[in-house]
C-alpha cells in the first residue's frame, strides 16, 4: 500500500542520513582518535554531559548511530537498533539545551521518528518483516 510504502521510505531515508551523516564521521574521529591521539568532538561533549568512562559512552554512541542507522535502513533488528539511535539522539538533544548547541531541533526529530520505528517496528517493507518474531517483529 501506499502507506508501508512511506513508512519504507522515512525508514530508509532516516536510517541513510543518521549512519553516514551523522554516525560515519563520529566513528572515523574515533578511530583516529585511538590510532593518533587526534581530537575527537565527541568525546569532549560525552565528558561535558559527565558520562562514566566517556570513551565508552561515545564509541557506543558512534557506532550506535552508524550500524544503528544501516540497520533502520534496512529494517533489520529495526527495535533495537531505533532504540540504540534514538537514545543517542535524545542525549544529543539534551546536550544541545543545556550548551546552546545548533543541532536541538535536528537531534529531537532523528529522536522522534526513530523513537517511532521503537513502536512500530520495520514495517512490511522490511527484513524484518521475513524474521517475524525472531527479529523482534
Known sequence: TVSEAGIAVLRIVIGLLVATLHGWHKVVQGWQYVTTGSDWP?????????????????????????????????????????????????????FNLQTGGPDAQLAGLYGIVTGAFVLAGGGRWSIDRHFGKWAGE
Open 42 to 94: 565527541l568525546l569532549h561533549d560525552t565528558l561535558q554531559l559527565g558520562f562514566p568512562l566517556p570513551g565508552v559512552f561515545a564509541a557506543l554512541a558512534a557506532l550506535s548511530q552508524f550500524f544503528g542507522g544501516w540497520l533502520v535502513a534496512i529494517g533489520a533488528w529495526t527495535r533495537v537498533a531505533a532504540l540504540l539511535v534514538a537514545s543517542t539522539m535524545f542525549t544529543a538533544l539534551v
